[in-house]
């Protein structure tokens, strides 16, 4: 079956620090990849996403890109700041035969701390 | 104007009792589905509904019934709590030939 593999936390940093963090993934078909945000207390949201090979998801100055050879979809910032301390889920999404619908994979979430 | 809103947002109860909550999008998706975020803010999905039709039933405990009365909403019904069902659960949508996902604010269960 489909998985996702992130690093794990937290990633603690100094707010203007360089930020990576890792995910691998593992799927049967060729998966949308995404990155979600959950700031404390808070549902998901999508932070940004990318649907095929070499694409760049980019938002908020975080980026990613969908590496399908080394089948992974590292998130990147160049400069974090106090306000990205968040959990970051990598997800992936298969296509599913009946419907249309799209089976979600969440990955186990890495918290981020950035201080001041 | 919240896009998918879950109520309640706190829910305290008993070991026994039985529980309902419930969740609506505006947004107009045809799929929806529950996950449950446990301590460790590990997300797992629960089930998956498309157009009122249950697409996706991951291995519950059948005490867990999901009930979707239009596309709109979304219900989860929990009988007889147990410790265990402590966690956070989330409601989502999505439309249904796309696969961005969309987050209500999340029902903190907690079992006493």
């Known amino acids: 079956g489909d998985s996702v593999t992130q690093m794990e936390g937290p990633v603690t940093l100094s707010e203007e620090a360089f930020l990576t963090i890792n995910c691998t993934y593992t799927?049967?078909?060729?998966?949308?990849l995404f990155w979600y945000v959950q700031y404390p207390g808070e549902g998901l949201q999508l932070l940004l996403k990318?649907?095929?090979?070499?694409d760049k998801g980019s938002n908020k100055g975080f980026e990613a890109t969908y590496r399908k050879e080394t089948t992974s979809f590292h998130l990147e910032k160049g400069s974090v700041q106090v306000s990205d301390s968040a959990v970051y889920f990598c997800?992936?999404?298969?296509?599913?035969?009946?419907?249309?619908?799209?089976?979600?994979?969440f990955g186990r979430g890495t918290s981020l701390i950035v201080h001041p | 104007d919240t896009a998918v809103s879950q109520t309640p947002k706190y829910l305290v109860t008993q070991m026994g009792n039985d529980k309902s909550i419930k969740c609506e999008q505006n947004?107009?998706?045809?799929?929806m589905y529950w996950y449950k975020q446990d301590s460790k803010k590990f997300l797992k999905i629960m089930f998956s509904?498309?157009?009122?039709?249950?697409?996706i039933n991951e291995t519950v405990p059948n005490r867990f019934s999901p009930k979707s009365p239009d596309k709109a909403h979304l219900n989860l019904h929990i009988n007889s709590l147990e410790l265990g069902d402590s966690a956070v659960y989330f409601c989502?949508?999505?439309?249904?030939?796309?696969?961005?996902?969309?987050f209500g604010a999340g029902t903190r269960l907690s079992v006493l």
């Open positions: 997800a992936l999404s298969d296509r599913e035969a009946s419907g249309g619908s799209y089976i979600p994979t």
């Open positions: 990318a649907t095929k090979a070499d």
């Open positions: 989502a949508s999505s439309p249904s030939r796309g696969n961005i996902q969309y």
């Open positions: 799927a049967t078909g060729y998966p949308s």
């Open positions: 947004l107009g998706h045809d799929t």
């Open positions: 509904y498309n157009n009122k039709e249950l697409i």
